[in-house]
C-alpha cells in the first residue's frame, strides 16, 4: 500500500514534470549510404530534459549514430575511428560476416584506433543495429549513447509495395530508457531507468501522414523489455522480426520486445487525419519475472537493487505521440498479403543437439542480481565453449532455470525458433531471428546452421543481451572451424611441415585442435620405413635417407593429411 502511494506521487511528479518539459519532435538519425562509411566514436553533451545537459556518446554526433543503409551482395567498407579515449568495439549486431569483421570483445579498438572491417552483405532485408561490445564495458558504452541502426535492403523487399522513404513514410525508432541521476548525469549502474525515450529524444512526437506508415523499433535499452501498443488499440502489423521479413504480415496489438530485438511494425493511419494517438507500453500486462513489470522475478518476494522505486515498472506509459496529418502523394494503399518464403531449417537435418542451463549465481534467497551462468560458467576471455565445424546444423535447447527472463542473442547466423516449452511459436516469432527472450524457468529450442564464416582464432559471442548480465559474464563463444576429411582437406588448419626440401631435419607441427596423430613415412615405392605416433610439435631425422621423393602420411582424428617432402 505504502508503495503505491509512493508510486502514484512518483508518477504525478513524472507526469507534472513532462507537462513543463513539453514534447519535443522525433530526432531522426542521419543517414550514411553507399559502401564506403565512416563513423566516428566521440563524446558529447546531449540535452534529454531542457535546461540541462548530461555527457553522452554518440557515433559522428553527441548521442546514437547514423542509421547505415546497405544492400545485400554490396562488398562494403567500414572505418571506425575510437575518439572516446578508452578501448571499445563495434559489433554489426545480426549481420552475418566472418569473426574478425563481427566487433565482439577480441576485436578492440584503441583510443585513437580506427578499425577497418571489410565484408560482403549476405543478410536478408531487416533491420540491424550496431553498438560496442567490450567485455565489461558494454553497458557503459550503449548506454551513454553509442549505436545505430543498419536497414538491409535485397530485392526481395524491394519487389513489395511497402514504405521505404526514411523518415517520410518509413521511421526508425531506437526505444531506450535511461537512469539520469540528480545532477542529470546518465548512470548506467542503476536498475531505475526512469526516463524512457525514442531515438534519444524525451516525450517525443511525430508527425505521421494519414496512410499505411512503416516503423523499424529496436529494442535498444540495456535491461527494460516494452510491450507496444496503440492508445486507441487498433490492430497494428508486425511484417519482420530480428533478421528478415515475416511469411505475411502479422496483426495485432501487443508486441512485447526485449532487449536487443527488432521489428519492422505497419500502421495504417488512412483514417484518422488530424487526430493524436500514442505509442504506448503497456507494461502492466508483462508478466513477472521480466524486467520491466511490476516484479522483476517470478513471486513477488523476489527483489533487484535499485528496481523500486520506478514509475514505469509495471505501469503504461507512453513512448511517442503521434500527430496525423495529409497523406503524401506517393501513398501505400495496402499491405502485401504474402511477403516471403519462410524456410526454417530442419531439424531432422541437425548435426549437434546442445543444451545451455541459465542459473543465477546465488546470492540471498529472493535477491537477484545481474550475475548469472550458462552451464554454470561465467564469461572468460580465454576459454572457447563451443567449436562447431563449418556447416554444422544444431539445435540449442536454451533452458532457464532462473526467476527472471533473459533475451538470448547468438553472433554470427540468424536462428529459428523451433519451440517454447514443447510446443510452436506464436506466428510472428517463425521468422529469422537473433534475440529470443527465454522466459522464466522456460525451455526454447532454437536451430542454427553454421555456414560460410570460419576462423580457428577468433570467437563469435552468445549472451544474454540485458546488458548488465552480459557485462557480468553471462556470456559465452564459440569458433567456427573447417572439419578435415579425407576429401577436403585444409593443410593450414591440421599441419605444416618444413623445410621443404630437407636436408636433415624435417620440423612437423600440428594444430592444436589436432590431438595424437599415427604418422608414417614412405618411399617412392610406397614401402613404409618410419612411423610412431606424436602430438604437437615434433621433428623427423631424415638425413640417412637416400635423395628423393617421400610421402608423409598423417592420421589424426579421424583425418588424414599426406603431405610430399623431398630430401636432398
Ligand atoms: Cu547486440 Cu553480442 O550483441
Ligand atoms: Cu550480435
Ligand atoms: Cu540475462
Redesign the pocket.
Known sequence: MRRLRFKMLIISLLFAGLEVYGQHPLMIPDTMSGTEFYLELQHGTHSFLPGTSSATMGANGSILGPTLIINKGDSIHLSVKNSIGDTTTI?W?GLHVAPENDG?PHTSIAPGEVWNPRFKVRDEAATY?Y?P?LHHRTNYHVTMGLSGLILVRDSVEQSLNLPRAYGVDDFPLVLQTKHLDSLHQIDPNSNQDWLPMVNATVDPVLEVPAQWVRFRVLNGSSQRSFNLGLSNQSLFYQIASDAGLLEEPYPTNRLLLSP?ERAELMINFATMQDSILSLMSYASEIPSGIFGAQNPGMNPNMALDNYHPNPLNGANFQMLQFQVVESNNQANTELPAFLTEVEPHNPNQRDLKRVLEFSPMMMGMNQLNSHFLINNQSFSMDVINYEIPLNNMETWTLRNNSAMAHPF?V?DVPFYILSRNGAAPPINERGRKDVVLVYPMEEVEIILHFITHYNPDIPY?Y?C?LLPH?DHGMMGQFIVYKPLSDEHIDAESFSKVFPNPVQDRLHIELSNRVGMVEWKLFDSRMLEIMQGASSGAFDLQVGSLAPGVYALRLEGEGAVQTHLVMVQ
Open positions: 559489433h549486431h565482439g543495429w553498438h561490445h536487443g542473442h553472433h559471442m549472451h543481451h552480459e
